[in-house]
């Protein structure tokens, strides 16, 4: 890209980008701790902008609101099918990047384009839109019952380790009608993908899993997303079964987890909410606005050598959309003061827009309500400028978010109506047997609900 900037700005500490035109780096401690500042300086490039999403992976960042309307909107000129990619087809960029496997091509509607993006993506719209709220908010609260029970009578938790990083995972693990076992697995295989433990296993876990799942759905279908989205019209097969669930399962779960932390910090922080009606509402609008969970991404690729916003685009470039930055560019300021609480671009645009972001909005209230009801004076336990964000270009999320408050008796909603379980092919039995035994946190909630 030819980038030149309109002014001589001064980049933020820690930036290396100090020659006119030099990359920005979106990675490192430094980002984490103060990206707007980054954003804030990349805006004099103009509506995009050089970045650098980990050593030696180069991207353009769209950064204005409307030009990345434009671009989310244009799926002519700009395609999602990754393998288009060409620095990582040409071999410049290493297959064990740390950015390569959230952008690597996968059989997914993510990824798919035209006629097979919306055979995929209708799918999975259909399947989550016949979940019920009811249901949705009775599952969420009851896992929330089961988490806060684990740690509310040690007047002390980590509200991400504990809490916000746990329950997207147990809610999903319900909604799609895992059992024991293979819930155990998803949740290993998540959590290591997203922390970095032996992450090569932890996908191979997860897909394993999933597997599983579908063909346990095969042989009994039931009420439940997995056997809603086996039985659409798209006739999906169980490769493609695989890698949708697989991707609704990882992307559903981090900006999720993410969403829950960033409000629970925002509600903890500011004393203001404290004085307003709906103060958890307008905690999520609000960081959906200034702090939303996933900063810079949507990856698009020209499908052609092209100029954009005024920049040289090439063929199979990777373009990135910051919504952290279009979300707090002047545009959108004024949108905002204006009373358009809800026209961020926190769930993306056009048509690879988030498809459960009504479902996301109810867990995050929910999860966040029932903590707040059974922890009433929940409060942080260390000093706000001592809290330390998870590196790197995609993600916005706190590593940690201590807080006390006054030690509770565990308690626990209605046990919910029983859901009949599908029976386990024996090798399937046999390699999980162990696991099995020992019992992970979905087996222990299942059983904790039955008590």
């Not at 954003?39 to 980990?54: I, M, S």
């Not at 896992?143 to 684990?150: A, M, R």
């Not at 147990?170 to 819930?183: K, Q, R, T």
Request: charged share 20%; aromatic share 8%; net charge negative.
């Amino acid at each position: 890209m030819d980038a030149q900037p309109t002014a001589a700005p001064v980049p933020p500490p820690g930036c290396p980008a100090h020659s006119v035109g030099g990359r920005v780096p979106l990675h490192g401690p430094e980002f984490a701790a103060d990206p707007q500042a980054y954003y804030t300086y990349l805006r004099h490039f103009g509506p995009t902008a050089p970045v650098e999403l980990a050593p030696g992976v180069e991207a353009t960042l769209v950064t204005d609101y409307a030009t990345a309307l434009q671009l989310l909107q244009d799926s002519g000129s700009f395609r999602k099918d990754a393998r288009r990619w060409r620095d990582l087809a040409e071999g410049r960029i290493s297959p064990d990047s740390p950015v390569v496997p959230v952008l690597a091509y996968r059989p997914n509607c993510m990824f798919s384009d035209g006629a097979e993006h919306l055979r995929l993506r209708q799918a999975v719209t259909d399947s989550m839109a016949r979940v019920d709220s009811r249901r949705l908010s009775r599952s969420t609260e009851q896992v929330s019952n089961f988490l806060i029970s684990q740690f509310g009578t040690r007047g002390s938790a980590d509200l991400l380790g504990d809490y916000a990083k746990q329950l997207p995972l147990f809610v999903f693990n319900e909604l799609f009608g895992c059992p024991a076992d293979i819930g155990d697995r998803v949740q290993f295989g998540i959590t290591g993908m997203f922390d970095g433990v032996n992450a090569e296993k932890a996908v191979e876990v997860l897909f394993g899993a999933v597997g599983e799942l579908v063909a346990l759905k095969r042989a009994r279908p039931g009420d439940d997303v997995t056997s809603w989205m086996m039985q659409h019209q798209a006739q999906l097969t169980d490769e493609e079964m695989v890698h949708q669930l697989a991707l609704l399962l990882v992307a559903g779960n981090e900006p999720l987890r993410n969403l829950i932390g960033n409000t629970l910090h925002r509600l903890l922080t500011h004393d203001a909410y404290a004085h307003k009606g709906g103060l958890i509402d307008e905690a999520i609008d609000d960081t959906l606005w200034e702090n939303p969970p996933m900063q810079n991404l949507a990856p698009h690729y020209p499908a052609h050598d092209m100029e954009f916003a005024g920049q040289k685009l090439s063929a199979g470039e990777l373009v990135l959309v910051s919504f952290a930055a279009a979300n707090t560019g002047p545009a959108l300021r004024e949108a905002r003061q204006a009373g358009s609480n809800r026209a961020h671009l926190a769930w993306s645009a056009g048509p690879h827009a988030c498809p459960s972001k009504e479902p996301a909005r109810q867990i995050t209230v929910t999860a966040i309500e029932n903590l707040l009801n059974q922890l009433p004076d929940v409060e942080l336990a260390v000093p706000e400028d001592s809290l330390v964000w998870r590196p790197g270009p995609f993600n916005r999320g706190l590593a940690t978010l201590p807080a006390r408050f006054t030690p509770a008796e565990t308690f626990r909603g209605p046990v919910p109506e029983a859901r009949p379980e599908a029976p386990k092919r024996p090798e399937a039995a046999a390699a999980t047997g162990a696991k099995r035994e020992r019992g992970g946190k979905w087996s222990q909630f299942l059983n904790w609900l039955t008590k």
